[in-house]
């Protein structure tokens, strides 16, 4: 059962940075396609960002574009959010999820899941 681990969440005033990390517990996930989903109080999660197995490929909501950065370093089982320009409308609880490829854009599709990060940007 692949696990991940999400970290780096906090309080961060808007127009403000901040960056996420989610860690696997094993390889495995070295062939996987990592993602970042959010989900804010009284709406359903939504796709923020994916990467590729190899970090090549990358997708992002159109509501984070040019603003949040998905990264990972597959020899430290670890995949990466760089959020800056940070909004009010941005606070939710971030999670990380995995999958095999193809990458896709769908919270139901993804069968591994990290138990999430809470993201507060403050107006």
């Known amino acids: 059962q692949v696990q991940v681990v999400e970290s780096g969440g906090g309080l961060v005033q808007a127009g403000g940075s901040l960056g996420l990390s989610c860690t696997a517990s094993?390889?495995?996930?070295?062939?996987?396609?990592m993602a970042w989903f959010r989900q804010a109080p009284g709406k359903d999660r939504e796709f923020v960002a994916a990467?590729?197995?190899?970090?090549?490929?990358?997708y992002y909501a159109d509501s984070v574009k040019g603003r949040f950065t998905i990264s990972r370093v597959n020899s430290k089982n670890t995949v990466y959010l760089r959020m800056n320009s940070l909004k009010p409308e941005d606070t939710a609880v971030y999670y990380c999820?995995?999958?095999?490829?193809?990458?896709?854009?769908?919270?139901?599709?993804?069968?591994?899941w990290g138990k999430g990060t809470l993201v507060t940007v403050s107006s």
């Open positions: 990467t590729s197995w190899n970090g090549g490929s990358t």
């Open positions: 094993d390889s495995t996930t070295v062939s996987f396609v």
């Open positions: 999820a995995a999958k095999l490829t193809p990458v896709l854009t769908t919270a139901r599709d993804y069968p591994h």
